[in-house]
């Protein structure tokens, strides 16, 4: 399993707000909510500015794996994800 696709522990805690729209999101594109989630967080780098994100990173080492170092092409995960 390489770096963009392992499993971590981290387990966030949603706003009630959030996991509504995250729950209609799922449903929407027939995902569970990790999947729709992660899929969210590879479309980032079309909405918000990435020199900026870039600019206030403070871990350089796995810079060849984040969404913001990618192009603007959405990743190939992403699309096999919602076909």
């Known amino acids: 399993m390489n770096n963009t696709t392992k499993k ?14 995250v729950r209609r999101l799922a449903w ?3 995902r569970n909510m990790v999947n729709t989630v992660d899929a969210v ?11 900026t994100v870039c600019m206030a990173c403070k ?8 969404v913001f170092n990618l192009g603007d092409a959405p990743p190939q995960e992403l699309v096999d994800m919602l076909d």
């Open 59 to 66: 871990d350089s080492s796995v810079c060849k794996y984040c």
């Open 8 to 21: 971590r522990s981290y387990t966030p805690q949603f706003s009630e707000m959030a996991t509504i729209a």
């Open 41 to 51: 967080i590879l479309l980032l780098p079309r909405l918000l500015d990435k020199s």
């Open 28 to 30: 929407a594109i027939n």
